[in-house]
T-cell receptor, first 117, second 115 residues
């Protein structure tokens, strides 16, 4: 069954508004979740690492104030795209791992297609 | 630094024929290698992984991959392709504790199986 639930699957918003994307761990407590961005026909680019109860760790070049991450519980991380612009349109995917040691595969949410008009 | 190369953007194969999706990697130390599949507007689904042991790894949906250390390759294979296998395939390499933070993805290969 599904391990990770991401919501919404798609969203269209007006330029200048904010959009929140949720990522839920369904069957275990995830202290760490990851947010990726994927442009059409391109690979996944890690944006940030979401840590429960502490600040997220952002990858170089990712604007912290633009992409707000909150990991308030062991089962929920949220990504808020603030003051969205058309260039923020993309596919956003969250993932987590069970933390069971070396080589554990990651589990991914179904992704969110964001379109800013 | 670790890296992954998927030299083919697109692979076309007829249904029933064998398929191969290529992947080469570069990493210091022992690699942990993964294959994921992505259907349109969906997240990635895990197919298989190589951590240690037998070089031939069997995974979901009849897929397998062969780890070749000398050629630093981890090609994905399937003996008989199905139309439903058409999707985007990603190879990934990881090190360390295996957290997704340390995964590096290839650029992806679009597989199209023709009926």
């Amino acid at each position: 069954g599904a391990v990770v639930s991401q919501h919404p699957s798609w969203v269209i918003c007006k330029s200048g508004t904010s959009v929140k994307i949720e990522c839920r761990s369904l069957d275990f407590q995830a202290t760490t979740m990851f947010w990726y961005r994927q442009f059409p026909k391109q690979s996944l680019m890690l944006m940030a690492t979401s840590n429960e109860g502490s600040k997220a760790t952002y990858e170089q070049g990712v604007e912290k104030d633009k992409f707000l991450i909150n990991h308030a519980s062991l089962t929920l991380s949220t990504l808020t795209v603030t003051s969205a612009h058309p260039e923020d349109s993309s596919f956003y995917i969250c993932s987590l791992d069970r933390g069971k040691g070396v080589g554990t595969e990651a589990f991914f949410g179904q992704g969110t297609r964001l379109t800013v008009v | 630094a670790q890296s992954v190369a998927q030299p083919e953007d697109q692979v076309n194969v007829a249904e029933g024929n064998p398929l191969t999706v290529k992947c080469t990697y570069s990493v210091s130390g022992n690699p942990y290698l993964f294959w994921y599949v992505q259907y349109p507007n969906r997240g990635l689904q895990f197919l298989l992984k190589y951590i240690t042991g037998d070089n031939l790894v069997k995974g979901s949906y009849g897929f397998e991959a062969e780890f070749n250390k000398s050629q630093t390759s981890f090609h994905l294979k399937k003996p008989s392709a199905l139309v439903s296998d058409s999707a985007l395939y990603f190879c990934a390499v990881g090190q360390g504790t295996g957290s997704a933070r340390q995964l590096t993805f290839g650029s992806g290969t679009q597989l199209t199986v023709l009926p």
